[in-house]
T-cell receptor
Framework: EAQVTQNPRYLITVTGKKLTVTCSQN?????MSWYRQDPGLGLRQIYY???????DKGDVPEGYKVSRKEKRNFPLILESPSPNQTSLYFC???????????FGPGTRLTVL | GENVEQHPSTLSVQEGDSAVIKCTYS??????FPWYKQELGKGPQLIID?????GEKKDQRIAVTLNKTAKHFSLHITETQPEDSAVYFC?????????????FGTGTRLTIIP
């Protein structure tokens, strides 16, 4: 089944404890992206990648890192999480030449 | 950078009536304008999009219009049904296929009243 998977789906952590949210897609898509969703603010793009080893900042990249060592994986790294990074995170992927982004199921992160 | 404003934030319409959601954008270099629908507990799904070389696009009960001069675009849903209840997001980006930075509006919660 074609899909975007995220792990974990739910995470509660404490300030300063490094964490990684994984994102994997099995559709051979070149483009992958991370978003955060907050009430009243909608979706905001954190980072995106057009292919392996190519990443670019979205609108809210501060406090996050990403890597794209393989085409299928695009992990989101929070080196020192803070409470203002408590949010619902979505990963998405698509072919570079197509419109439709396929979103993962979301990861709800709480930073205490 | 790009700024996208979306109105209204909530909208309730009677089943069978039409719903209109409006977005304005700030960067005149934007060329691609997708609309996403997000149902409760799920990720967003693309429902329709429009590019800067087109003024209007229709797909069954859904249509999108674009006014490049005024820098605004709108989503029109006709003959609304209960399954149209969801949160809708507009977005804008420079790249024609959405491969660059994508800026979203803040969302509209649409409720269809049976």
């Amino acid at each position: 089944e074609a899909q975007v998977t995220q792990n974990p789906r739910y995470l509660i952590t404490v300030t300063g404890k490094k964490l990684t949210v994984t994102c994997s897609q099995n559709m051979n898509h070149e483009y992958m992206s991370w978003y955060r969703q907050d009430p009243g603010l909608g979706l905001r793009q954190i980072y995106y990648s057009m292919n392996v080893e190519v990443t670019d900042k979205g609108d809210v990249p501060e406090g996050y890192k990403v890597s794209r060592k393989e085409k299928r994986n695009f992990p989101l790294i929070l080196e020192s999480p803070s409470p203002n990074q408590t949010s619902l995170y979505f990963c998405a992927s698509k072919p570079v030449g197509a419109d439709t982004q396929y979103f993962g199921p979301g990861t709800r992160l709480t930073v205490l | 950078g790009e700024n996208v404003e979306q109105h209204p934030s909530t909208l309730s319409v009677q089943e069978g009536d039409s719903a209109v959601i409006k977005c304005t954008y700030s960067d005149s270099a934007s060329n691609y304008f997708p609309w996403y629908k997000q149902e409760l507990g799920k990720g967003p799904q693309l429902i329709i999009d429009i590019r800067s070389n087109v003024g209007e696009k229709k797909d069954q009960r859904i249509a999108v219009t674009l006014n490049k001069t005024a820098k605004h675009f709108s989503l029109h849903i006709t003959e609304t049904q209960p399954e149209d209840s969801a949160v809708y997001f507009c977005a804008a980006t420079k790249d024609f296929f959405g491969n660059e930075k994508l800026t979203f509006g803040t969302g509209t919660r649409l409720t269809i009243i049976p």
